[in-house]
Structure formats: structure tokens, C-alpha cells
């Protein structure tokens, strides 16, 4: 088979100057994409850790760069700061000067010398020597003044992490969030744990999963929608406290608040119950907002609103959230009585509102979810919507399951589980039933060998970033998302 044939480079004077000034630099002795480098430590560490005279090595790309004579003050950046350098030709000698006019923004470059500070109050390295690690050849997005075209800043996520301190500290935020959590978790107890991404089945979700060939077993097999079905399975296999970070796919719709590959949480302890599911949020989020954010009031993105993570949190049923809205008599109309009332709410009817179940839950979804702006436990389902949980005790028509939601919008469902097989197969059945999917038998027969009681929640890491970062754009906390091909 033929080779392809390598793709002409653009012709771009920027480049070709820059193409010119390695091959200068290289014939002075400086090799283009050097070495190791040790460094006294990140820029942001000899800040924290600066003294007068101290000797330092740094290291970083070159942000502004400009001469005054016999000087040259250069800006550099590494993602955690960025620190100025003073070149002084009569310090360092006329040839590594000269060298040091041929670097251009964006490269890489190594320095030793002592720290002082300037006039202007400036903490600066006096170089003694530098050397170059890496050439840029192409130019940087508006000499580092920010990368403004929202989709480059996604499909070329190195340029924005380069250019924008906002969305790099964003990530650095995300990191601590899930470090967070683990360290939370851990403490009390919770063992990490990693299920299959690859799976014979979807299940845990309803949702459409992304279908893959196994060419060893020769099998179609699902990337995972969830991986509850699996750690339940280790509850019956005698884990106590576990919880799963990790990947998800569905293969549905790409929008602000959701991307077809996602991160999720999901936590599972033996003998516990919504309840434990409960005290678990009004323990993580408070501590996450300490030790992440330094505050438990969280400005959300709109002008004003400040959400308050100081627990203990609201806890209504579903029933009475309907009632307020409503009427108390709502639950005794005749459904086209109902249906005239929803549309007199301002509900938008749609074709598949059927029945009063479909009609409340409707109303609940576009009418009342979004107003509920602190963070508020929802119980009380219809089991409907929530195969995989119990029944409440003194209802069978409703599920012992809370839906978390902060700011009009889900945060996280946690359950109390089911762990009776019978239930559970005929829960799966009427899946079935809807959605033409196969019963997972093989989940079944493991609850026939008996799960413990347990609780049970999954918290969507992307969203709860976006919350705490006050980000609009699921895309914005999502290092490289999904998107159409250029």
C-alpha cells in the first residue's frame, strides 16, 4: 500500500522567521529541543519561597519580551505563575545576548541566577546563564492576550491553557475537587474501586450506549452508561464502603450542560440508606467548598445569586413541591381538569404527556425543578422513574430515593437500593417492556445470592465543577470535549 503523502506546510512568514532564528540559534551552539532541566522549582515556589541573593533555576515559556539597551526583561510563564528575568549583556556576555534576541514568544527557556527586586517593586531573576529547551515555531494566539474564539479554545485546548490564567486555574480547580473528594471519601472509610468500561450490556441507566466490536471474544459489546450494576455486585460479594470515579458514555445530544463522554461518581455503602446517601452531601460539598473555594456561599453564574452550602439542606417531597404549585387538591382532579390547570401554569403540552403521572412529572421538570435555587433534597418518587430503588414503606407507588438539586438544576439522585431480586426483575421488566432492551438476568441472580440494604448516589464531576467555578458551558471544564470535525 502506498504511503501517504505528508501535508504541505502553509507558508507563513511568522513561521519562516521563526524556522530562521532556530537554525541561527542552533549554529551558536543552542540546541533547538534540548535537555532535563533542573529547576529550584515552579515559578509559583520560588515566588512563595523568594530571598534576596538567593541563587534560583527557573524554567518557562516565554510570555513578553522586550529590550532597553544593554537590557532584557523577559516575562515567563509555567501554568502556575509567571516571573520576570533581567538578561544584562554585560552580565551574561555579548554572545549569550546576541543569542537571546533570537528567541521569540512561546519559547521555552531555562535560567540560573539570584533573585533581587527592582525599583519598580518587581521580584526578578538577574540571569546569569539560560539555555533554550524548546523553539516555538508557530506564533502565539494575540501574543498571549487570550484566546478569544470560544471553539479554538476547545479543539486547541494547549492554546487556551497557554494564553487564558482563567481556564487553567479552572482545571487546577477541577483537580483539587476530585482530590477532594477521594481524600473525603477515603478518611471515612471508602474504598476506590474500578469497574468495566466495556460491557455486554447497558444497564444502571436509561440512555443509549455507544456500540463497540471485541474482536478477541468476537462480541458486540456497550461502552458503560453507568457502572451501578457492577458495584452493587460487589456489595454482594462482601465490599462495605465503596465508591467509583470514573468515565460514562451516552450516546445522545451534546449541549451545555451535557457531553457524550462524562465523569461521574458514584458511591455505594452496605446497611445504609438514602439517609447515609444524605449526610454523605451535607458532609462532601461543605468540606469541598472549604478546602477548594475557602467559602461555603458560592456566587452562581447569574448577576447577585449566592447559593449557601452551610447544611443542613431542604428536604420536601415531590407531593408537596406539586401541591404548592398546583393546588393542594391536584392529586384528586380528573385528569382534563389537570390538564387545563398545567396549561393555565404556563406548561407547554406536548404530545407525550398521556397520562396525570406523565403530566405531573412534566410540571415538576419545567415548572417547579428550576425554582428550587438552594440546595434542596426532593424525595418521594413515582417508581416509574427510578427502577433500581426501593419502595418507600407506607407507599408502594413511590421510591425511597431523593433527587439533590441546587440552582434549578440536578445535581446528583441518591437511593435507598434495591436489593430484593423479585423486585428488582419485575422492575427490570417493565424497562424492558419501554425501551425493548434485554433483562439483565445475570444481575438478578447475583441479588438472589442477597446485597445487603444499602445506600447509593451518583454526583456528575463536570456539572459539580461547573457549579463550583461558576461555569455556564459543560465544555469549558471538560479538557478536550466532543466535537464536530472541522
Known amino acids: 500500500m502506498a504511503q501517504k503523502p505528508i ?12 524556522i530562521e532564528n532556530r537554525a541561527k540559534l542552533e549554529a551558536l551552539g543552542y540546541t533547538p529541543y534540548g ?3 533542573a529547576r ?3 515559578l509559583k515556589e520560588v515566588r512563595e519561597a523568594f530571598e534576596e541573593g538567593k541563587l534560583v533555576a ?8 522586550r529590550r532597553m539597551g544593554k537590557l532584557m526583561f523577559i516575562h515567563l510563564g509555567d501554568g502556575t505563575d509567571t516571573f520576570q528575568i533581567l538578561l544584562k549583556r554585560d552580565g551574561i556576555g555579548e554572545d549569550a545576548y546576541n543569542a537571546a534576541k533570537l528567541t521569540d514568544l512561546g519559547d521555552i527557556i531555562g535560567a540560573k541566577g539570584k533573585l533581587f527586586t527592582t525599583q519598580a517593586g518587581e521580584k526578578t531573576v538577574e540571569v546569569e546563564t539560560w539555555d533554550l529547551l524548546s523553539k516555538a515555531i508557530r506564533q502565539p494566539p494575540e501574543k498571549f492576550h487570550g484566546l478569544q474564539d470560544q471553539e479554538e479554545r476547545y479543539r486547541r485546548r494547549y492554546l487556551d491553557l497557554m494564553s487564558n490564567p482563567e481556564s487553567r486555574a479552572r482545571f487546577d480547580k477541577r483537580h483539587k475537587i476530585i482530590l477532594g473528594i477521594r481524600n473525603y471519601l477515603t478518611s471515612r472509610g471508602f474504598v476506590e474501586v474500578e469497574t468495566p468500561m466495556m460491557q455486554g450490556q447497558a444497564g444502571g441507566a436509561a440512555a443509549k450506549p455507544f456500540v463497540t466490536h471485541h474482536n478477541a471474544l468476537d462480541r458486540e459489546m456497550v461502552m458503560r452508561i453507568a457502572p451501578e450494576l457492577y458495584l452493587k455486585r460487589l456489595l454482594v460479594g462482601g465490599f462495605d464502603k465503596i465508591f467509583e470515579l470514573g468515565k460514562d458514555f451516552r450516546n445522545e445530544g451534546i449541549d451545555r450542560t451535557h457531553n457524550p463522554e462524562f465523569t461521574v461518581l458514584e458511591i455505594y455503602e452496605a446497611y445504609g440508606d438514602r439517609t447515609s446517601m444524605k449526610n454523605i452531601i451535607e458532609g462532601l460539598l461543605p468540606y469541598l467548598c472549604d478546602t477548594v473555594l475557602g467559602t461555603r456561599q458560592i456566587p452562581f453564574v447569574e448577576e447577585g445569586e449566592i447559593i449557601d452550602f452551610q447544611p443542613p439542606y431542604r428536604e420536601v ?4 413541591l ?19 390547570r398545567a396549561e393555565e401554569a404556563g406548561l407547554q403540552l406536548v404530545p407525550e404527556i398521556v397520562d396525570m403521572l406523565t403530566l405531573t412529572h412534566e410540571i415538576y421538570d419545567k415548572l417547579i425543578e428550576k425554582t428550587l435555587r438552594q440546595p434542596t433534597f426532593v424525595t418521594r418518587i413515582p417508581k416509574q422513574y427510578v427502577p433500581l430503588a426501593k419502595a418507600c ?3 408502594p407507588d413511590l421510591v425511597d430515593v431523593f433527587e439533590f438539586v441546587v440552582a434549578g438544576k440536578e445535581l446528583c439522585p441518591g437511593y435507598t437500593e434495591q436489593n430484593n431480586p423479585d423486585a428488582q426483575r419485575e422492575a427490570f421488566a417493565r424497562q424492558v417492556e419501554a425501551d425493548a432492551e434485554p433483562l439483565d ?11 445487603p440494604p444499602t445506600g447509593g448516589l451518583g454526583l456528575g464531576i463536570d456539572r459539580l465543577v461547573m457549579f463550583m467555578t461558576g461555569t455556564e458551558a459543560i465544555r469549558d471544564v471538560i479538557l478536550f470535549p466532543q466535537m464536530k470535525e472541522e
Open 7 to 18: 501535508p504541505a506546510v502553509p507558508v507563513d512568514q511568522y513561521r519562516a522567521q521563526r
Open 35 to 37: 535537555h532535563a532541566f
Open 322 to 340: 406539586i401541591k404548592e404549585r398546583m393546588g393542594d387538591d391536584w392529586f384528586t382532579l380528573d385528569y382534563p381538569t389537570a390538564l387545563k
Open 40 to 42: 529550584t522549582g515552579n
Open 441 to 451: 438476568q445475570d444481575f438478578v441472580e447475583a441479588l438472589e445470592y442477597g446485597m
Open 393 to 395: 414503606p407506607d407507599d
Open 317 to 320: 417531597t415531590q407531593q408537596e
Open 58 to 65: 527557573v524554567a518557562g515559556r516565554i510570555m513578553t519580551k
